[in-house]
Each structure stands twice: as structure tokens, then as C-alpha cells.
């Protein structure tokens, strides 16, 4: 069935450091994908998107590229800020019942 | 400014008890979900409705009952059937459409003593 895979946490970087979160997903068809952010004790914000392959989804600094060929969707960050501190959900929605699937998430600690 | 609104934000209940979380949004999105998150865990879908008066199962329904009599508001009630209730619940809403994001509220805590 359709799922999604992430890196597991938690991970603590240095700011100014260089992010990677893993997500690699198994899905039937051409699924969308998404990375949500979640600060504490808040429900979860949309942080960018791709909706087909080769596509390059971006906000506030963070990337993830849509990779058919690897099945992936890896989130990045040139340089992390303390602010950037939350846990990353990877998730995809496939069109069959308008349904989501999600990740376990990642809990991202950035240290001053 | 259009969004999600779940209340209350903390909710504490004894056992035995029935509880309704409340979920509305103004978004004019078809679709609502609720989600149960525990730590460690990710979110498991409980219910989603893609239209009024339409709603299915999500992956642990069990203990759970919904109600989709307004396009706006799809209030979760936690009953005496569920095990062990005591989690962080959240609300969203979605455009119909794959390529539409899902939009959460911001969750009620809800703990059962």
C-alpha cells in the first residue's frame, strides 16, 4: 500500500549548519508529496509542495526536490536558525479517496 | 482570515465519560479528517468526510464517532468504548484533489484520568 518513510530523529545541528531529512515514500500511481512543519503544542503548517516529478518545491528557505526515479522527496536547508526548531512531517495524498499518508516525523533541535 | 478552529484547546475528562471535540473551518474545503497523534507515533487518520452527511473509517475508528451535518463542522466524539483516548487530537480540512494540502487546526489535548 501507499506509505511514506523518514529519517528518524531526533536531530540537533549547530545554526548556520546544513539540514538534511530523509523521505522516501511507496506509492501506486503519482502521488503528490508535502512537507508540514510542527512547533509545539501547534497543529501542523504546510512548509512546500510538489506535485509531479522533477518538481522543486521551496519556502523560507527549505527545498525538497520530487524524485521518481528514487522514490524520494528529501527535505533541505542551507543554513538552520534556531527558529527553524520543530518536528518535519513528509507526507503524500494519491488521488484515490483524497487520501493522506504520513511520515512519523523528525524532531529538528538547532542549537545557538 | 480563513482557517481551522478546534476547541478547547485543553480538554480533561474522567474515564467512563463521552467527550466532543469540537472542529470548524471557513475555508469552504469538501473534505475534513481527524487525526490522533502520540508521541513517537505520527498521526493516524480516525475519520474524513469528503462531503455532508458522507463520512469512513479511518485506520483505529474504533471508540470514535463523527458527524458531518454542515460543510463547516465535523465534531469528533471520543467515547467510553476507546481504550486509552488520552492523545493530542487534530482537525483538518482539504480542497477535493490530490494536489490540495491538507490545513490543521491547532489540535486539542485532550487527558483522561
Known amino acids: 500500500g501507499d506509505s511514506v518513510t523518514q529519517m528518524e530523529g531526533p536531530v540537533t545541528l549547530s545554526e548556520e549548519a546544513f539540514l538534511t531529512i530523509n523521505c522516501t515514500y511507496t506509492?501506486?500511481?503519482?502521488?503528490?508529496l508535502f512537507w508540514y512543519v510542527q512547533y509545539p503544542g501547534e497543529g501542523l503548517q504546510l512548509l512546500l509542495k510538489a506535485t509531479k516529478a522533477d518538481d522543486k518545491g521551496s519556502n523560507k528557505g527549505f527545498e525538497a526536490t520530487y524524485r521518481k526515479e528514487t522514490t524520494s522527496f528529501h527535505l533541505e536547508k542551507g543554513s538552520v536558525q534556531v527558529s527553524d526548531s520543530a518536528v518535519y512531517f513528509c507526507a503524500l495524498s494519491v488521488s484515490t479517496g483524497n487520501q493522506f499518508y504520513f511520515g512519523t516525523g523528525t524532531s529538528l533541535t538547532v542549537i545557538p | 482570515d480563513g482557517g481551522i478552529t478546534q476547541s478547547p484547546k485543553y480538554l480533561f475528562r474522567k474515564e467512563g465519560q463521552n467527550v466532543t471535540l469540537s472542529c470548524e473551518q471557513n475555508?469552504?474545503?469538501?473534505?475534513m479528517y481527524w487525526y490522533r497523534q502520540d508521541p513517537g507515533q505520527g498521526l493516524r487518520l480516525i475519520y474524513y468526510s469528503q462531503i455532508v452527511n458522507d463520512f469512513q473509517k479511518g485506520d483505529i475508528a474504533e471508540g470514535y464517532s463523527v458527524s458531518r451535518e454542515k460543510k463547516e463542522s465535523f465534531p469528533l466524539t471520543v467515547t467510553s468504548a476507546q481504550k486509552n483516548p488520552t492523545a493530542f487530537y487534530l482537525c483538518a480540512s482539504s480542497m477535493r484533489g490530490q494536489n490540495s494540502p491538507l490545513h490543521f487546526g491547532n489540535g486539542t489535548r485532550l487527558t483522561v484520568t
Open positions: 506509492a501506486t500511481g503519482y502521488p503528490s
Open positions: 475555508l469552504n474545503h469538501d473534505a
